[in-house]
């Protein structure tokens, strides 16, 4: 979720074209026109026209759209509202599954695409004034601190229990969704469904690096071997050697590196999403470090309690001023030179034009814009001639601790919706995500949100075409990249905090360090703000007392913990690679046993 792309009106539209071009990749699916009927008819007619392939077999969907037809008899003729923000695969569910929903159960669905800016200040508005905005809400996971803390979103685990039982199908299984643990508040309990996700991963050119004169020249120069760097030394090195030693290939200059770096609102999710927990800021756990997350926001039990290093969070510790560092360095060094003027929508492209070696922090949403046929970066029998794969990291991260971000867009229910038009919402929001038609919005969005759906055999047959990613979602090394998540208890007021300070670095108007004080102090003011108003409750914001840096280094020692981290002696340790498709056959090649529920 990125808060502040709204104001830019020209980049939003960009950057949304391009995220939503990933999530094309396999539209042509066309809506089926017929009058409402809701009945098995109806039901039918879609699931042999266009709920095709799924993991059910015909009978089991026509009995899950049976349950359907039932549950919504009571909201028969209702027309409901629900938003999301501007993605193919939203568009899908706007344009095609809402027409099967209302022509299976008679319910109508006015679902709104807007942008992801408007999402954000219409669902603030329906939880500031009270006022039913929309019934329900695809609203990013990355609001799972907000919702759980302001009391404004439904409690989804006594929801599905109590009053909305009748409304719950009981083919739900939550369990098989794999962005569930980044969905779940501190107390345990499910606040929102994910929807459709997507990561952010190291991308690299594999044909390049599988040229027998550059591993050979890499391996004289640095003393391993050419491949995935597992680190940030590696990363740098290989950056290094493309740009300064391999310079041009084909008659074209080359680059070892692309990122973007104007002061602009898309500089801000450069970082929120995640690029500190890749250097190593926080504490261990999975889906977010505990008691330090990746934002460098401290929480003990559900409170937050800080976010500098003398509050005893890490947003301006060594780690964090470390990744700021290696950005501003990596993109001087080993990038484009117009890269430092771009914004995230202008650079995005870039790579697909074929003189960039690799990319640290790149959105597997750009999938689609690397396959066209004709690309530099596409070879003449489709298959591409680049690979992505899991992230390096930097010298501060331990094993144990996230290594990225995920994007994950989640149904979501308000409390100021009446409850009969927030039963019938959910309703909608369990048909698009339900099993019947997951793996055909999966097909046109590439949007895995279940286990089950990323083993099914159309994706083993597209593997190859897709340059890694199915094999990373079904990699075990999936987990370690996550969505924001609970320690930060306002996303949309913190999240803006993150371009202008982190800016002031990029544009060489402050050091890297004293941005990240500037940041760390901004965000503690924002907590002590909402400590103060006590509208969060029991675990709003409770700011810890100022001590030393040294304090709090000594007690994370102490307490077995990670962050703050003092700075080390060498940030730099020897580079570290491993071949891609070693990797890739160290991963399981079958579905992992679940245990039972």
């Known amino acids: 979720m990125r808060r502040l792309e709204r104001r830019k009106g020209p980049l939003i539209s960009a950057r949304v074209l391009m995220m939503t071009s990933a999530v094309a990749l396999m539209a042509g699916s066309t809506a089926v026109t017929a009058p409402a009927l809701a009945d098995e008819a109806a039901a039918k007619k879609w699931i042999d026209s266009e709920f095709q392939p799924s993991t059910l077999s015909k009978d089991d969907q026509l009995k899950e759209m049976q349950w359907f037809i039932k549950a919504a008899e009571p909201f028969k003729g209702m027309e409901i509202n629900v938003t999301s923000e501007t993605l193919t695969v939203h568009e899908y569910e706007s344009r095609t599954l809402a027409k099967a929903f209302e022509e299976i159960t008679g319910i109508k669905v006015k679902h709104d695409i807007i942008q992801e800016g408007d999402v954000v200040e219409k669902i603030q508005t329906q939880m500031q004034s009270g006022k039913n905005v929309y019934d329900g809400w695809i609203n990013d996971s990355d609001f799972i601190g907000t919702h759980f803390r302001y009391g404004q979103a439904v409690d989804l685990t006594e929801w599905m229990a109590g009053e909305g039982k009748d409304v719950t199908d009981p083919m739900l299984d939550v369990n098989d969704f794999i962005g569930k643990s980044f969905t779940t508040a501190p107390n345990g309990h499910l606040y929102q469904l994910p929807d459709q996700q997507f990561a952010n991963l190291y991308w690299f050119r594999y044909d390049w690096f599988q040229n027998a004169d550059y591993k050979a020249k890499f391996k004289a120069k ?19 050697f493309f740009t300064n030693d391999v310079k041009e290939i084909n008659g074209v200059r080359v680059y070892g590196h692309m990122d973007y770096g104007k002061k602009d609102p898309s500089l801000g999710w450069r970082f929120t999403d995640a690029w500190l927990s890749m ?83 790149w959105y597997t949403a750009f999938t689609a814009d690397m396959v066209k046929p004709g690309l530099p970066v596409m070879n003449a029998d489709g298959t591409p001639k680049w690979r992505m794969a899991p992230s390096p990291h930097g010298s501060y991260w331990k094993d144990g601790m996230k290594l990225g971000y995920q994007d994950v867009g989640s149904a979501t229910l308000l409390k100021s919706t009446p409850v009969d038009r927030r039963k019938a919402a959910w309703l909608y929001l369990q048909f698009i995500v339900s099993k019947t038609t997951s793996l055909k919005k999966s097909h046109v969005g590439l949007t895995f949100i279940r286990e089950s759906d990323i083993w099914d055999k159309s994706f083993t047959e597209r593997a190859p075409k897709l340059g890694g990613l199915i094999e ?55 907590l002590e703000r909402l400590e103060k108003s006590g509208v969060q409750g029991n675990c709003g914001p409770k700011l810890n007392k100022k001590e030393t840096a040294e304090h709090w280094f000594s007690k994370s020692e102490k307490d077995g913990n990670i962050a703050p981290q003092r700075k080390l002696a060498n940030e730099k340790p020897k580079g570290e690679t491993i071949d891609y498709d070693t990797l890739i056959k160290s991963w399981p090649a079958s579905p992992p046993k679940r245990a039972s529920n």
């Not at 640095?222 to 090195?237: K, T």
Request: glycine share 12%.
């Open 279 to 361: 250097a190593g800021n926080g504490d261990k756990g999975i889906p977010n470090g505990l008691p330090v997350d990746e934002w460098g926001i401290r929480m003990e039990g559900c409170r937050p309690v800080g976010s500098s290093v003398e509050r005893g969070g890490d947003v301006n510790g060594p780690a964090a001023v470390y990744s700021i560092v290696k950005y501003l360095d990596w993109l001087k060094k080993y990038a484009p030179p117009q890269a430092q003027g771009m914004t995230f929508s202008e650079s995005g492209p870039v790579p697909s034009q074929g003189n960039i070696a690799q990319q640290i922090f």
């Open 472 to 526: 990373f979602y079904r990699s075990p090394a999936r987990v370690q990249w996550t969505p924001t998540g609970n320690n930060v208890p306002d996303y949309p007021k913190l999240a803006q905090l993150w371009w202008q300070n982190i800016g002031d670095a990029s544009s060489g108007a402050k050091t890297p360090q004293a941005a990240m004080d500037a940041l760390a102090a901004a965000q503690d003011s924002v």
């Open 222 to 240: 640095y003393g391993y071997d050419l491949g995935v760097p597992v680190n940030w030394s590696a990363y740098e090195d290989i950056a290094e």
